[in-house]
């Protein structure tokens, strides 16, 4: 009984590990590729709906998104 209480707590710590580690990646890999960004996106996208999108749960289509190039009418796509 005690050995399985043991046991249940080190893979629950584990995977809480493994889960931040996963997280700090990722926004390190979003924070990475934001600053690589063209100057020019971020001359022309509000401070607010950068970081609402680098910080949301992303539950719409990318067509929803007016960040995403999909999203965009064909001459902004071209522009990066």
Do not use: C, K, W
């Not at 809480?16 to 990475?32: C, E, K, N, P, V």
């Not at 063209?38 to 949301?56: A, D, E, K, Q, Y």
């Not at 289509?61 to 001459?75: A, I, K, M, Y």
Request: hydrophobic share 35%.
């Amino acid at each position: 009984m005690v050995t399985g209480l043991v046991l249940q707590g080190l893979l629950s710590y584990t995977v809480q590990s493994a889960g931040q580690l996963m997280t700090a990646h990722i926004r390190s890999d979003l924070f990475d590729h934001a600053l690589g960004l063209n100057l020019r996106f971020h001359v022309r996208t509000p401070v607010g709906l950068l970081l609402t999108r680098l910080t949301r749960v992303r539950t719409h289509h990318v067509r929803n998104d007016p960040l995403s190039r999909e999203g965009r009418p064909r001459e902004q796509q071209e522009e990066g």
